[in-house]
């Protein structure tokens, strides 16, 4: 078989660096696709690169010609195709001739539907360059991108304008035309760079070394290398370290063919205004990467990526992005000092003003609701920060009321918390306003203390109970309110917090608190009668109160999510059984499955698992109405009955202590002194004996067994 490399190379506008590598894969995935669809023998792998200019798709070896097929054909069905005599009927006849074939190539096929007249046809391969002819405009035509356009006169969209495009099979051009263009073996260099065309190469070596010499870099690895070696360099310089923000690299290695790094400086007196309105405001508005001196401050200077700079355009350039550096922090300094002049606390009453959801009111209403969940999470977690939570809570949304909040939402909080300190705020209260909204996404950091951890619980439990409220549970793969994430949040709190020693977080109960506070603000939900209000002096008693229906959706909602934490790092079965067991205190369902999934390694975790298991099973499929409501220990008749009602009594004091210690492995040596029993039970016993009474008694002694491993897990639900 004959292969030759494959090139395709389309070149644009510059697009978007959000979009360009979106286009990439699609256009890579799309060609492989196309190569398999069509019978074509190809490398495994294709190489994609790519700048705001260009898509360059590669495949090492592509068949220069499909294979030779044979094609089973099927014509009418059997008794259509002869007649009385046995002779060929013209359907048979007409078919043959429709095929090209002497009516002696005609056979018998059995099929589903019953016999059939067929052929088998030889169908001789094309060439690839031919398919690809055909196939690329209809691909460049259905590539999912996320944005398209049209340019002049031309009807066919693209991502941006074409002006030119490539497709080399070897030595030979693929001739298709799309948006106007016409393929062939030329491409451009760099736009300023390098004026001329680029006689384009299928080798690929070839191709990117005749890019790099007309002053483009395709490879986006090598352009992201080059901006953080440049970073590095100029942090030396200033004596500075980079100010990470790998999504600003991520961006800029796309907006640039050639990237090239340099030092700019701005007025230190901007450096009165928050650190983080700085690094916003360089980083929305113009991509520019902030320093650090040693002692963690930033320093007045950043760096730009050029796309292009010489020795000559650098000072020129630098200056250029100073003067608008400097004209983007005088107003970030207008709006500090605007927005000082007014306390934070009196920001409150305009929050009262601007609307949080359709149905709940204003973002004030929200505040106050989480101010009052937040006291009574208060009262059970970190009553000692009481007074330091209610004051954060009073300032945590008030920001939102800021032209800087206006200007730049992803700072929300961290400005809260800059002007707190300025207006005399204590630390923790003004450390709470930032920490509130943490963890913002999965693997962020958790709120740095018990305060700013009681407040952001308490706003992520009022925006979940809210939005279950409405309806707004997400579906499928629609999330638009981020609940998922707010359930992560929310889950995290719980289980990852370092609460104090004599609290013991209830997640039915928070959720029954929070619920308890939204009923009041939504519309149409509350209803006369539905439950009583949560007593605030019982704080977190779970028997207070029935929950509703919403509280319950959501309280199952949270249990799905810690469900698929757990499964990416345990088995199913096991989250499954120790969730099934309780996953109230999400603090203690991590450590559950780290004990249980290490004794499952031991040599003797079978045959302990599997007698728990019958035990489990045994109960549940009795149900409660067929067992005892307690054991008779006079009823018991056999001795190998008395024997495990002893050591059931022995371990059960044993386990409670390991698990109000939450000594979880502990526990688990405690029940699996307990397996000798119950093997001897069962081989000495028939549980399901003819007389009734001493069924019931049995079971309900099962039962107490039973009830030894149910704080651990449900092991009627593990596999193995």
């Not at 389309?10 to 190569?35: N, Y």
């Not at 006291?375 to 008030?398: E, G, N, S, T």
């Not at 969730?579 to 559950?592: E, G, I, N």
């Not at 004091?653 to 492995?665: D, K, Y």
């Amino acid at each position: 078989m004959t292969t030759a490399p494959l090139l395709i190379e389309i070149g644009c506008e510059e697009i978007p660096a959000g979009v360009a590598p979106v286009a990439l894969d699609a256009l890579r995935d799309a060609i492989v696709r196309t190569l398999a669809d069509h019978g074509i023998a190809h490398a495994q792998t294709a190489t994609a690169l790519g700048t705001p200019r260009r898509l360059i798709v590669h495949v090492a070896a592509v068949a220069l010609q499909q294979p030779d097929r044979t094609d089973t054909v099927l014509g009418p069905p059997a008794r259509a195709a002869r007649d009385a005599s046995g002779d060929w009927t013209p359907a048979a006849l007409g078919f043959a001739r429709g095929q090209g074939a002497d009516v002696a190539a005609l056979r018998l096929i059995e099929t589903p539907k019953g016999p059939y007249v067929g052929l088998d046809k030889a169908i001789v391969g094309r060439q690839t360059a031919a398919v690809l002819a055909e196939a690329l405009p209809a691909l460049l035509r259905g590539l999912p991108l996320p944005k398209r356009m049209r340019w002049g006169r031309e009807r066919e969209p693209f991502v941006r304008p074409i002006h030119w495009m490539a497709a080399l099979l070897g030595d030979e051009v693929i001739g298709f035309d799309f948006a106007d263009v016409r393929s062939g073996r030329q491409v451009h260099g760099h736009r300023f760079l390098h004026a001329g065309a680029v006689e384009a190469s299928a080798d690929l070596a070839t191709h990117l070394a005749a890019l790099r010499g007309a002053g483009v870099e395709p490879d986006p690895s090598i352009r992201k290398a080059l901006i953080l070696q440049g970073i590095e360099s100029i942090a030396r310089e200033v004596g500075g370290t980079w100010a990470t923000d790998e999504t600003t690299l991520g961006v800029v290695t796309w907006l640039v063919e050639q990237p090239g790094p340099l030092l700019g400086h701005f007025d230190p007196a901007f450096l009165a205004i928050p650190a983080a309105a700085i690094q916003a405001t360089l980083r929305e508005n113009q991509k520019l990467f902030t320093m650090r001196g040693p002692d963690g401050a930033l320093l007045p200077v950043f760096v730009a990526v050029a796309n292009t700079l010489t020795p000559s355009s650098r000072p020129t350039i630098a200056a250029g992005n100073a003067r608008v550096v400097s004209a983007r922090l005088a107003d970030a300094a207008f709006f500090v000092k605007e927005d000082l002049r007014m306390p934070l606390a009196e920001r409150a009453a305009i929050l009262g003003r601007r609307t949080w959801l359709q149905g709940m009111g204003s973002v004030g209403a929200k505040a106050e609701r989480v101010r009052r969940l937040a006291a009574r999470l208060a009262a059970q977690l970190h009553p000692a920060a009481a007074v330091d939570i209610d004051r954060a809570a009073q300032l945590a949304k008030c920001d939102l009321a800021t032209r800087m909040v206006f200007e730049f939402p992803e700072l929300q909080g961290t400005i809260g918390a800059d002007y707190a300190r300025r207006q005399g705020e204590a630390t923790a209260v003004a450390d709470a306003i930032d920490d509130h909204y943490r963890p913002r996404f999965a693997g962020d950091e958790l709120p740095r203390s018990g305060v700013g951890s009681v407040l952001a619980l308490a706003d992520k439990l009022d925006t979940l109970a809210a939005g279950f409220a409405l309806g707004l549970q997400p579906t499928g793969s629609q999330d638009p309110y981020a609940l998922r994430r707010t359930a992560l949040g929310t889950l995290r709190l719980l289980g990852e917090t370092r609460w104090p020693s004599t609290a013991r977080p209830s997640l039915r109960a928070a959720v029954d608190l929070a619920w308890d506070e939204v009923r009041r603000d939504v519309v149409g939900c509350a209803r006369p009668g539905a439950d009583a209000p949560v007593d605030d002096q019982t704080g977190f008693d779970p028997s207070v109160g029935a929950r509703t229906d919403t509280a319950g959706r959501v309280i199952e909602f949270l249990r799905g999510r810690l469900e698929a934490l757990h499964a990416a790092t345990f088995p199913t079965d096991l989250v499954d059984a120790v969730l099934a067991a309780d996953f109230d205190r999400v603090d203690a369902v991590l450590p559950r499955l780290r004990a249980l999934d290490a004794r499952r390694s031991e040599p003797e975790y079978l045959p302990l698992s599997i007698a728990f298991r019958r035990v489990a099973n045994l109960v549940r499929k009795a149900g409660p109405d067929a067992t005892a409501d307690a054991v008779d220990p006079d009823g018991l008749q056999a001795d190998v009955e008395r024997d495990l009602l002893d050591a059931v009594a022995t371990a059960s004091a044993r386990v409670a202590a390991c698990v109000q210690a939450e000594a979880w492995t502990g526990a688990l040596d405690e029940m699996a002194r307990v397996k000798p029993a119950v093997d001897a039970f069962f081989d000495g016993v028939l549980v399901m004996a003819d007389d009734l009474a001493v069924r019931r008694n049995r079971l309900a002694l099962l039962r107490e067994c039973a009830h030894l491993f149910e704080p651990i897990a449900d092991f009627g639900r593990l596999q193995g």
